[in-house]
Nanobody
Framework: QVQLVASGGGLVQAGGSLRLSCAAS????????MAWFRQAPGKEREFVAA????????YYADSVKDRFTISRDNAKNTVYPQMNSLKPEDTAVYCC??????????????????WGQGTQVTVSS
């Protein structure tokens, strides 16, 4: 079992920045691909970004490319998305996810076995 705890959400003005965190425990963190998904009210959950086990490879949704940066610290068992140039359409509940066998470029949420509780990000215009 892997336990994930997300934090760092909040209210920010359009054009601002936020850095989320997802702390993992329970298994060897570096064995897991880590990803972030988000879900806005009335919309389906969508892929945001993912990072490979070593951190050397990343993959982003087109909607956040060049604005968001995902990174991980395997010594601290933590994954971070740095979110810059935020837009009102980025408003959503952001959840981190982990999986042992998924490829980092796989955007399907059903491929991930472990999920954090989510943290709300609200971007005001």
């Amino acid at each position: 079992q892997v336990q994930l705890v997300a934090s760092g959400g909040g209210l920010v003005q359009a054009g601002g920045s936020l850095r989320l965190s997802c702390a993992a425990s329970g298994r060897t963190f570096s064995n897991y691909v880590m990803a972030w998904f988000r879900q806005a009210p009335g919309k389906e959950r969508e892929f945001v970004a993912a990072i490979s086990r070593s951190g050397s490879n990343t993959y982003y949704a087109d909607s956040v490319k060049d604005r968001f940066t995902i990174s991980r610290d395997n010594a601290k068992n933590t994954v971070y998305p740095q979110m810059n140039s935020l837009k009102p359409e980025d408003t959503a509940v952001y959840c981190c996810a982990a999986d042992y066998s998924v490829s980092y470029y796989d955007t399907r949420s059903e491929r991930y076995d472990y999920w954090g509780q989510g943290t709300q990000v609200t971007v005001s215009s």
